[in-house]
Structure formats: C-alpha cells, structure tokens
C-alpha cells in the first residue's frame, strides 16, 4: 500500500495588527518579494492577499511587530496535525553546542526579566509621552511574554498608579517621599537605580524629553548599560534582544542598535512617536511601595525656587491639531504673519522648519524635526519647505499633509496628502480670504 503523504505545511497570510502600525517608511513593502504590499496615504501596509505567498519577509521586517501571520481554521487544524505527526515521529532535539560564556552570558542575560516605563511627572502630572511608552512596552511585553510596569517616582504621587495601570501597566513600582518633590538628577538617580538593581527589568524605557534624556543617560552609566537615544521603533528579536530603530547620520539612515551583552536595554522616545494606549478607567494591577533610605541632606543640590518659564500663553506645537508651517521660502520673518492669520482663523499654530528657525525668523520651540518636536496633528500645511528627511520625520505622521512649494520636484510632495505647485505668497493669502468667506457664509 502506497504511503500516505503528510499534508503540505500552510505558509499563512500576512495580516495588519489594527492601530499598531506606526508609518516607519515601507520597510514591509520593500522586504515583499512579490509585491504584495501597497502603502496608503497614511503610510500603513495594504496587503494583497492574493499575491501574499507567506513568506513573513514584511513581518520580520516590520520595526514594531506590527504585522503577524494569519491562518485560517483549516490551515490552524493542518498545522496541528503536522505538529502531532512529528512529535508522534520523535523528532531528536537538535543539540546546538555554546561555549562556557556564551552560557555565562546567557544566564547573566535571564535574570533579568520585564519591560518597565518611566512615568515622568512634574508636580502630579504625567507627561504624555509616559502613556505613549506604555503603548509600546505592551508589545514588548507581549512578545517576550513578560509583565509590563511603570515606575513612579515623586512626592504625593500615588494617583498616578491609577493611570498608569488604565494606560496598561500591570504593576507600579512607587517611590513617594518629600525628596523627590522636585527632579534632581541626584535624587531620581538613586531611586531608579535602585529598583534596578532590586527588581532587574530587562527593558526600561523613557521620553526623550529634557528630564527623560538627563536621567537615562545618569542611570545608563551608573548601571554600565546602553542607551539608545530617540529611537523611532522597538521590536525583539528571536534571541530576546531589543531592536532599537533610530535615525543615524543626520537623518539619512535608519540604524538599528541591539544592546545584546548587557541589561537592562534602555531606550527613549519623543513624544507622539508612539501612539497612546486606550485608557481603561477602574483597570487595577500590583503597587510595589519602595521605601528609599535618602535624605535630603545627602544632597549636594537644593531646590530654592521654581520659576516657570511660561510667559503669558505658551504655545506647544507637539500637542496642536492643526500646524502651518513655514521654511526658508517664506523668505523672512515678516512673512510668517501671513501664516499665523491663516493660523488665526482656523483655530491653528505655526511651525517652522530648521532653516526658519536658523535664521532667527521663528523661536526653537517652534521647529519640526529630528532635533524639533515630532508632531501628530489632524492638519499639517508645510509652505516653502523642501521636505529634507530631518523635517519629514518630524511631521509624516500627520492625518492630513498640505505642501505649498513653487518645485513640483520637492521631496515634501512623497508625504503630502494634496500638493499644491505654486507660489506661497498668493495661494496662502487665497486660502485665508476662501476661509474667511465660508465661516461668514456660515455666519462664525
Ligand atoms: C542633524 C540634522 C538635523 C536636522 N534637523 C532638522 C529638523 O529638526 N527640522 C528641519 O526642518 N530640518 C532639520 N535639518 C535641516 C534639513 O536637512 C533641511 O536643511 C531643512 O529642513 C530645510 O529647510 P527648508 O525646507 O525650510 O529649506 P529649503 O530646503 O531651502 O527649502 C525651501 C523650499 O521653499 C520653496 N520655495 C521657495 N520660495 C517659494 C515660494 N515663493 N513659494 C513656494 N515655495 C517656495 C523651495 O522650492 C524649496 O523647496 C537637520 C539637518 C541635520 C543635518
């Protein structure tokens, strides 16, 4: 009697994980072997099945998994089969040989287990980018198959366990005393570090902001780990390592840094880079109450005043919902009064590229960028600016992108949602006055 073959192994379909995609640029459409992958105007995977041969090229090329293999019920059953098949056929072990320190490595590497974020706080409340990074240590946490945890530090901070766990944390690490009132580095040093060393996470991750920048790179060194600044995407790799994807070279390169003989992995992150978690009111989850042994006397630094450098209304482009930005076509200063009447009448902000800011035509908080604010709003109108990768990465998140440049060449039309070629000075003086007409048409 003939042998009965076994059934042919399913390959799966490449699936979209729904609002996990962060727009790095295509690199799943450029690892399809078959074109499968087309991108949308919001820079997301549209994936033809019927061209999709399972090959989970775009899944592994994906920065923050994003995108997994999907099987059908049958395909799972076939799967299962062939799985009982081969345990019934006793598939030896493949013995794989590692050297004494490569072994030593590993077992220093498994003790250390966990993703935790850095809940930045000043005065009680949370910075964003804290609830950002628990979006994306849930999917780390997830694929290492760990718990996520926040840590508080502060004083008269515990409702921000609250939060945290509504945000996904599963436990808090809380440090609540006097002395951590304010931030100095000194204190909060101390206080991570010290969970560190106690509780061993694998992975911690904070905001790229200026307190998140200061106390990774402090706790970095202190704990003789690495540190990558800015990273743009996160993943693990097989060996359980993070991938961390950041721009290199001005911009021109994306790199992707692995910390793989040291931990714990510390990464931080802009502000919107990452998406915000849904916000689930009433979620619970552990408090772990750390009692530190420090005194305010033990440090060198004492905090007399706090003086706010808010004067009158203070304008954060990285939260705006509608952004008009100007760059060196709008030829200077003077000129950036057109874009803010336009600003003025549809309730928006204005922001300006590095060139504009360089030449002193717009304050810093203003520019857009890699070494501006990255920023997510509803609308994005850029005018007169090339579109150079430094300036894209700062704003193609952005729902809606409206470029004006007089080159239809510039790159800022690859990202632009509607282009229009021609000449700032008289399309946004057009745009103002058809704005004006429609709100009186409609009496606002
Ligand atoms: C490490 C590093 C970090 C950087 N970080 C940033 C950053 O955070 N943000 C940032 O923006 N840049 C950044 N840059 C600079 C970046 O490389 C570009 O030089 C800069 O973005 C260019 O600004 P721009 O588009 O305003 O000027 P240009 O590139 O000079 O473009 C001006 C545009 O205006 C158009 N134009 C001129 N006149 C008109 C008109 N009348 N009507 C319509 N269009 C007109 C032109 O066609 C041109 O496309 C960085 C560079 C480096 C190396």
């Given at each position: 009697m003939a042998e009965q073959k076994p059934p042919k192994k399913p390959r799966g379909t490449a699936r979209l994980i729904d609002n996990s995609c962060i727009a790095c640029g295509a690199r799943c459409q450029s690892a399809c072997p078959v074109d499968a992958v087309e991108m949308n105007e919001k820079g997301e995977p549209i994936i033809d099945f019927g061209k999709c041969i399972g090959c989970a090229k775009c899944v592994k090329a994906c920065p923050v998994t994003a995108l997994e293999m999907f099987f059908t019920l049958e395909e799972k059953q076939v799967l299962a089969e062939l799985k009982k098949l081969q345990e019934q056929a006793g598939a030896p072990p493949v013995a794989v040989e590692i050297s004494d320190e490569e072994a030593q490595l590993r077992q220093k590497l498994a003790a250390y287990q966990g993703v935790w974020v850095f809940v930045e706080q000043t005065g009680g409340e949370a910075a964003k980018v804290s609830w950002e990074l628990l979006w994306a240590g849930g999917l780390l946490a997830r694929d290492l198959n760990v718990?996520?945890?926040?840590?508080?530090?502060?004083?008269?901070?515990?409702?921000?366990?609250?939060?945290?766990?509504?945000?996904?944390a599963q436990k808090v690490y809380l440090v609540d005393a006097p002395v951590f009132k304010h931030y100095r580095t000194a204190s909060y040093l101390e206080a991570v570090s010290y969970l560190v060393g106690k509780y061993q996470p694998e992975i911690i991750l904070?905001?790229?902001?200026?307190?998140?920048?200061?106390?990774?790179?402090?706790?970095?060194?202190?704990?003789?780990?690495?540190?990558?600044?800015?990273?743009?995407?996160?993943?693990?790799?097989?060996?359980?390592?993070?991938?961390?994807?950041?721009?290199?070279?001005g911009g021109n390169i994306m790199a992707t840094i692995v910390c793989d003989h040291y931990r714990p992995q510390m990464s931080t992150v802009r502000p919107h880079v990452m998406s915000m978690p849904e916000h689930m009111p009433g979620a619970t989850g552990e408090i772990v109450r750390v009692d530190l042994p420090l005194r305010e006397e033990e440090l060198l630094i004492r905090v007399?005043?706090?003086?706010?450098?808010?004067?009158?209304?203070?304008?954060?482009?990285?939260?705006?919902?509608?952004?008009i930005s100007g760059g060196r076509g709008m030829m200077g200063k003077e000129n950036f009064a057109m874009l803010q009447e336009l600003a003025n009448e549809v309730g928006g902000v204005v922001g300006a590229s590095r060139s504009a800011v360089d030449a002193g035509w717009m304050p810093a908080d203003r520019q857009v960028g890699q070494t501006g604010k990255t920023v997510r709003p509803k609308v994005y109108i850029a005018c007169g600016i090339s579109g150079a990768i430094q300036h894209l990465v700062g704003m193609q998140d952005s729902?809606?992108?409206?470029?004006?440049?007089?080159?239809?060449d510039a790159p800022i039309f690859q990202v632009a949602t509607y282009g229009l070629v021609g000449d700032l000075f008289q399309i946004i003086p057009a745009i103002t006055r058809r704005v004006r007409e429609l709100k009186q048409a409609k009496g606002q």
């Open positions: 718990e996520l945890c926040a840590v508080v530090v502060g004083d008269q901070v515990g409702h921000l366990c609250d939060e945290a766990f509504a945000y996904g904070m905001g790229a902001t200026g307190l998140g920048r200061d106390l990774a790179g402090a706790v970095a060194t202190r704990l003789q780990t690495g540190l990558t600044a800015d990273c743009t995407g996160l993943a693990i790799d097989e060996k359980r390592n993070l991938l961390q994807t950041r721009p290199a070279f007399l005043q706090v003086i706010s450098d808010k004067q009158g209304e203070q304008i954060d482009i990285a939260g705006a919902e509608f952004i729902d809606l992108i409206i470029a004006i440049n007089r080159d239809k």
